[in-house]
């Protein structure tokens, strides 16, 4: 299967791994080690990311075209029940696969899950990330990456990259604008949420941006069985301070 990394023991209690824009599955590496031991471990390029095949049909895209394609691994590696895992973009992902799956999944983790559908039209944040996503489209590919980078990890950041990740960046422009159109065309309602009855770990960057925290409220009113973890760093804090979020990670599950 093109862009998936099974790893671990079949007979092992199963957890899947979705990553954010602009990544990959390689961001999961270092908690991979950590858990294949006493897990069934998935580990996934989401579509036009990594070794992932490209996404299809971009005029009707979403987050449904992701969900389907994660579901039909787990059809084929024959996994019945898991534990998700999502940042970010996966994050938005991997609660939409909360709901939808929701008699297979055995407990949900999050990183500030991007699900901006989910604030009102009206609301600033969201306000904000519709104005990165309209500058985004007028933008050339290395004028978006750098405004989406930045947007994220502070002014200037994009241009302390070496050439080669810019570069990277650049040609994953094309899907990061099919990401926004998933996550800003998502239907489901806040209240929706509300049926996830499972444990959910729902992590925040201390220093992150209005909109993921404005997404954090909205999704910490609506689940049951919420523990909400602060964590040192910002947006990208699943690669920038791991260690952090992969004890958390582990702490989390050990209670499962």
Do not use: C
């Amino acid at each position: 299967m093109q862009g998936v990394y099974p790893s671990g023991s079949d007979n092992s209690p199963a957890i899947v791994m979705l990553h954010s824009s602009m990544s990959s599955a390689r961001q999961w590496r270092a908690l991979t080690a950590l858990l294949e031991a006493d897990y069934r471990v998935v580990n996934l390029d989401l579509f036009g990311y990594g070794e992932g095949p490209d996404a299809e049909d971009a005029g009707s895209f979403s987050l449904s075209t992701e969900a389907r394609r994660v579901m039909q691994v787990l059809d084929e590696l024959e996994i019945a029940h898991f534990h998700l895992l999502g940042h970010s973009y996966g994050g938005a992902l991997a609660l939409k696969l909360a709901l939808e799956q929701n008699q297979r999944v055995t407990s949900l983790m999050l990183f500030e899950p991007v699900a901006f559908h989910l604030l009102d039209k009206d609301n600033p944040a969201r306000q904000e990330v519709e104005g990165l996503a309209s500058d985004m489209s007028r933008k050339a590919a290395s004028e978006a990456a750098q405004a989406f980078v930045d947007y994220w990890n502070g002014a200037g950041y994009f241009a302390g990259l070496p050439q080669q990740m810019q570069a990277l960046f650049s040609q994953q422009v094309n899907k990061l604008k099919l990401d926004f159109q998933a996550l800003l065309g998502e239907t489901y309602t806040p209240e929706k949420y509300a049926k996830i009855e499972q444990p959910v770990l729902l992590m925040t960057g201390k220093n992150s941006r209005q909109s993921a925290h404005a997404v954090a409220a909205v999704i910490a009113h609506q689940l049951p069985r919420l523990t909400a973890r602060p964590v040192s760093g910002g947006h990208m804090a699943p690669i920038t301070h791991a260690e952090e979020v992969n004890n958390l990670i582990l702490e989390f599950l050990v209670q499962k």
